[in-house]
């Protein structure tokens, strides 16, 4: 490949790296702890379809409420976050824990072709593994409502609403993946930040709009077409233009990026302190 162009080589890097990462985040052995909780709201999901009470199932124009409340207080706030947390932390720590690491750092790939590499793997595992459970968690909030609620669901709205929810997912796994990708080069146990990041999401709705700007999920949330009730306590705040949610969103995640490639370039791997 001697007389093939850098940037080709770079692509080709990629390439390989993000598959194999796809490989072994959706069908290795590690991935069943993603399946078991991405399985977590379908499973929920059906119980509700085979033991919904008669007396609900007759109201379909409630699903929609209810999805959303699902969504805001479970999937967005549960599932997305803990399934990227599972996927970007061990991008890096998982391979010293595994012992495997210095391989890949002996390889000759510069360092943030690597990070990107890894990061676009995860990126590509968590939309994979989070939009479908989505889509499917949506169609069986609708489902015990019968043929009524399915005419809602697939109406122009009722589309409309799914594509908003899978943007934010995806929008999601791009800014969750990048901070915890950094957490998984800077911290030896990433998932203390990750339970501190999670109280600080959650507390979000309680927040000063100055701290509420700090949290991802206040940019998340203001692609949702269905608004839910934060309770009593929560503080209200302007809501942010979409223009002005995808710049933060994209700003921060490719920030973070970057500073896991300046973290990775002195990557050093003791596996007898690890």
């Given at each position: 490949m001697s007389?093939?162009p ?5 692509r ?14 959706l069908l290795?052995?590690r ?7 991405v399985?977590?709201p379908?499973?929920l ?11 609900l ?5 409630r699903a929609?409420?209810?999805f959303?409340?699902?969504?805001h207080f479970?999937l967005?706030r ?6 990227n947390?599972?996927?970007f932390?061990?991008?890096?720590r998982?391979?010293?824990?595994e012992r495997?690491?210095h391989?890949t ?8 072709v ?5 990061y676009?793997?995860?990126?590509t595992s ?5 939009v479908p ?5 949506y169609?069986?909030v609708f489902?015990?409502?019968g043929?009524a609620?399915l005419?809602l669901?697939f109406s ?11 943007f934010?997912?995806v929008?999601a796994c791009f800014?969750?993946?990048?901070l915890?990708m ?5 911290f ?5 930040p990750?339970?501190?990041?999670l ?6 709705p309680?927040l ?13 949330v203001?692609?949702s ?9 929560a503080?209200?705040?302007r809501p ?6 995808i710049l933060a969103?994209c ?12 973290v ?8 007898s302190?690890?």
């Open positions: 007389g093939t850098e940037n080709t080589i770079r080709i890097q990629i390439w390989t790296i993000a598959r194999n990462e796809v490989l072994r985040n290795s052995r991935s069943l702890p993603l399946l078991l909780l399985g977590m379908l499973a999901m059906l119980l509700r379809v085979l033991f919904m009470p008669d007396s199932r007759a109201n379909a124009s929609t409420t209810e959303a409340e699902v969504f479970f967005l549960f599932i997305v976050f803990f399934a947390a599972v996927i932390v061990r991008l890096f998982g391979e010293i824990l495997s690491l391989y750092l002996l390889a000759p790939i510069r360092r943030e690597l990070v990107l590499a890894k676009l793997g995860g990126v968590a939309i994979l593994l989070l459970t989505t889509a499917l968690t169609f069986l489902l015990p409502h043929r609620g005419d669901m122009g709205t009722g589309l409309a609403n799914l594509l908003s929810y899978l934010i997912v929008l800014a969750y993946g990048a915890f950094m957490a998984g080069l800077f030896k146990n990433p998932m203390v990750a339970v501190l990041f109280g600080w999401e959650t507390l979000t309680f000063p709009p100055l701290l509420k700007s700090l949290s991802f999920v206040h940019y998340l203001s692609f077409p269905v608004p839910v009730s934060l309770g009593a306590f503080l209200l705040a942010v233009s979409w223009w002005v949610a969103l700003l921060s995640s490719a920030l973070l990026v970057f500073f896991a490639t300046r990775a370039r002195r990557l050093e791997v003791t596996y302190v690890d």
